[in-house]
């Protein structure tokens, strides 16, 4: 009989899968992985939403998608995926997504009871109190005259009170608590433990309505008043407080680590965390559709930004031999139409040291000129110059155009350094190198770099797209 449920299983499992396959069926395959409809329509429809400024049709998106599929094949042949720095940032995200599915709202009702519980037990049969309290502050170290310059002073408020002066008027006038004395003396709700001994054995003797006399903790002396007394709600009316409380301090997260911990406890040693929140989201990933695009796109999204780094963006931006030699073969494409001053513009406080900002750079490459003049004038606590480098173009910087630019416009004067003055060149058909327009220049080698990738890519890996079923995107049952 079991041979025969287990024969009628395997039979049924092609059906299941051919199932499956018609209802999301292979799009195109990727260095022979396929990739499912459902993939591409996720990825098509989120960067082709409603407001999307530069929306592509599916024909169009293709490329661009299978571009993506490519770079993360080839971070994936580089093995990226075992770097501990992928692996622990993609576990942060995935625990993100799966670690909140363990905790069940009767785990956060069972929290909220527990916490309710354990509350009541510290409060004790004492209950709360809420009183107010006239507050002078005598240091343990003080001198025999403080003390009894204190105890005076507590004594004739004392007696004021006693003569019927009004509590929460004094309080704001003398008290020396001032977080309750502009609350006209009245303290939060307390319960046993909270304060000092000295004043909680005799706050909790008054009754609703009774002064004490002046009582003398370790902080000082106190006068005190109670205002109101009572026993800890019942559950019921505290509980959305609780809940509120869980959220605010994420006790979730306890919770999911208590649970996970079970889990593991269960297993005697046979699982490990890591292991449960794996097999979690393989089993949530395959009734989520949305979870699973999710938890893919944050995992190919790490590898295609690290491989992307490597092969384009870092690499381009220490390639200094690439960049020279990528700007010298399209100078004519960073020609200026019109000129700029490359140099300083800079604000000194006496006149010697125009010259010497001068001297001290004139021999010097222009990449060297801040530090050189770092070393030099502000080395050391005193700040001699303030300076602003770079290749400014007319309306960049007032000095600039001033001097340089012999333009008429206001310079505002730099405080505590009263004499201005610039020095470097104007450069009238276009930048001298690179590092001129360096910015430029690496973005488009960048793309270069990019260009040259992606044909690499193209010829190394295999992509077969089927055609049939790109036509159904977003219109299917």
């Known amino acids: 009989m079991k041979s025969k449920f287990l024969l009628a299983a395997l039979l049924a499992c092609p059906s299941l899968m051919m199932g499956q396959t018609a209802a999301d069926p292979t799009i195109m395959t990727v260095n022979g992985q396929p990739v499912q409809r459902s993939e ?30 490519l770079k993360v094949a080839a971070a994936l042949d580089a093995k990226l995926d075992t770097l501990s720095s992928f692996k622990r940032e993609f576990a942060q995200y995935r625990d993100q997504q799966i670690r909140p599915t363990f905790v069940t709202d009767a785990d956060v009702e069972r929290k909220a009871r527990e916490i309710y519980d354990n509350t009541k037990t510290k409060i004790g049969p004492r209950g709360l109190i809420r009183p107010a309290h006239i507050f002078l502050h005598l240091g343990q170290k003080a001198t025999a005259e403080e003390q009894e310059k204190a105890k005076t002073r507590i004594d004739s408020i004392y007696n004021a009170l006693k003569k019927g002066a009004d509590f929460a008027q004094l309080a704001r006038q003398c008290s020396q608590d001032p977080g309750s004395a502009a609350n006209g003396g009245l303290l939060p709700w307390i319960s046993t433990g909270q304060t000092y001994k000295e004043f909680e054995d005799k706050a909790y003797a008054l009754k609703v309505g009774e002064m004490s006399e002046p009582v003398l903790s370790p902080a000082g002396y106190h006068i005190i008043l109670m205002k109101e007394r009572k026993q800890l709600e019942p559950y019921d009316s505290l509980r959305t407080s609780i809940l509120k409380f869980i959220e605010q301090r994420r006790l979730r997260d306890r919770i999911a680590d208590e649970k996970l911990d079970s889990l593991v406890s269960q297993s005697k040693g046979s699982l490990t965390k890591e292991a449960i929140l794996d097999h979690r989201t393989d089993s949530l990933s395959a009734i989520d559709p949305e979870l699973k695009n999710l938890i893919r796109e944050y995992h190919d999204g790490l590898l295609l930004y690290e491989i992307s780094n490597r092969t384009v963006w870092d690499k381009a931006a220490k390639d200094e031999a690439g960049l020279e030699a990528y700007f010298k073969k399209n100078k004519k494409k960073y020609a200026w139409d019109e000129p700029r001053f490359k ?118 890996y295999n992509v077969v797209i089927n055609r049939e079923v790109l036509k159904t995107v977003n219109n299917h049952k």
Not at 48 to 69: A, P, Q, T
Not at 355 to 383: G, H, M, P, Q, Y
């Open 343 to 460: 140099g300083i513009a800079y604000h000194v406080k006496n006149e010697a040291d125009v010259k010497a900002v001068r001297d001290c750079v004139k021999k010097l490459k222009f990449a060297d000129w801040n530090e050189a003049l770092r070393k030099t004038f502000n080395n050391d606590s005193i700040i001699r110059i303030r300076v602003e480098k770079g290749v400014f173009k007319k309306g960049d910087n007032a000095l600039v155009d001033r001097n340089e630019f012999k333009k008429d416009t206001t310079v505002t004067a730099t405080k505590d350094y009263p004499i201005d003055a610039t020095y470097g060149k104007i450069l009238k058909k276009g930048p001298e190198d690179y590092t001129d327009v360096r910015g430029l220049v690496t973005a488009d080698y960048q793309d270069l770099l990019e260009k040259e990738w992606v044909e690499a890519l193209r010829k190394k």
């Open 40 to 69: 591409f329509e996720y990825s098509y429809n989120k960067n082709n939403m409603e407001g999307v400024i530069d929306k592509k049709s599916v024909d169009e998106y293709v490329d661009l998608f299978v571009n993506y599929k």
